[in-house]
C-alpha cells in the first residue's frame, strides 16, 4: 500500500517491554524515525535507523528493521508511566523530494 | 539559540482575517515542511520547500500560502482564516544534525484557534 501503518493502540503494564511496529511503503526508504510526542506538545525524535542497518539500539530504545517485509519496531525495555504517549515513525526516501511520510501514531498507554 | 523555532505558540483570531505563523531554523537545512495535526487526521503537509525560493503544496495546500526567501525562514500565511482552519501547525526541517546524520526535527508547534 501507499501508506504507512501502525496499529492504533497499545496497552502495557509498568516494567514490562513494549513494541510498536510500523510497516513503510518503500523498500529503498533511506531514512525511518521515530517521533514520541506527548499531550499538547511537538514531535521529540526518539531514534532513527538507516536502510544499511538492521537493528540499532539507544538505551532503552532497540529498533529492529526488516527491508524485506518493509517491517520497522521500536522496542522500549522496562517501560514507564512516563513513556506514556503517541509514536509515531516516518520514512523518508532518498534520491526524490525527501518528503516525509507519517503513519496516524501508535498510543502507547502504561499502566501500573 | 539553536534548533528550530516557531511563533506565536498560541494564536486566536476571527473568521476573514490574516495569519501569519513564523518558522525559523539555524541549521540551514535546505528542506523544511509545514504540517498541520487534527485528531482523526494525524499529521498533513500543507506545503514544502527544497531550498530558498523553491516552495510546494502538499497534500492539504486550500487557503495557505508560503514564502521562503531566506533559507532559515519559512513563514506560512492563512490569507482569509476560516474556522476549519483551526488546528495545531508544526514546522520541520530536513538536514544534517548534530550527530551528522540526515534528520527531521520538528518545531514546539502553533496552536490556531480560529473563532
Known amino acids: 500500500g501507499e501508506d504507512v501503518e501502525q496499529s492504533l493502540f497499545l496497552s502495557v503494564r509498568e516494567g514490562d517491554s513494549s513494541v510498536i511496529n510500523c510497516t513503510y511503503t518503500?523498500?529503498?526508504?533511506?531514512?525511518l524515525y521515530w517521533y514520541k510526542q506527548e499531550p499538547g506538545a511537538g514531535l521529540q525524535l526518539l531514534t532513527y535507523?538507516?536502510?544499511?542497518?538492521d537493528m540499532k539500539q539507544d538505551q532503552r530504545l532497540t529498533v529492529l528493521l526488516n527491508k524485506k517485509d518493509k517491517h520497522l519496531s521500536l522496542r522500549i525495555a522496562d517501560t514507564q508511566t512516563g513513556d506514556s504517549a503517541i509514536y509515531f515513525c516516518?520514512?523518508?526516501?532518498?534520491?526524490?523530494?525527501?518528503?516525509?511520510?507519517f503513519g496516524r501514531g501508535t498510543s502507547l498507554i502504561v499502566h501500573p | 539559540d539553536a534548533g528550530i523555532t516557531q511563533s506565536p505558540r498560541y494564536k486566536i483570531t476571527e473568521t476573514g482575517r490574516q495569519v501569519t505563523l513564523m518558522c525559523h531554523q539555524t541549521?540551514?537545512?535546505?528542506?523544511m515542511f509545514w504540517y498541520r495535526q487534527d485528531l482523526g487526521h494525524g499529521l498533513r503537509l500543507i506545503y514544502y520547500?527544497?531550498?530558498?525560493?523553491?516552495?510546494d503544496k502538499g497534500e492539504v495546500p486550500d487557503g495557505y500560502v508560503v514564502s521562503r526567501s531566506k533559507t532559515e525562514n519559512f513563514p506560512l500565511t492563512l490569507e482569509s482564516a476560516t474556522r476549519s482552519q483551526t488546528s495545531v501547525y508544526f514546522c520541520?526541517?530536513?538536514?544534517?544534525?548534530?550527530?551528522?546524520?540526515?534528520?527531521?526535527?520538528f518545531g514546539a508547534g502553533s496552536r490556531l484557534t480560529v473563532l
Open positions: 541549521w540551514s537545512h535546505s528542506y
Open positions: 535507523i538507516f536502510s544499511n542497518m
Open positions: 516516518a520514512e523518508i526516501r532518498s534520491g526524490g523530494s525527501y518528503i516525509p511520510t
Open positions: 520541520a526541517s530536513f538536514g544534517q544534525g548534530v550527530s551528522g546524520a540526515n534528520v527531521l526535527t
Open positions: 520547500s527544497a531550498a530558498a525560493d523553491i516552495t
Open positions: 518503500d523498500s529503498s526508504s533511506t531514512y
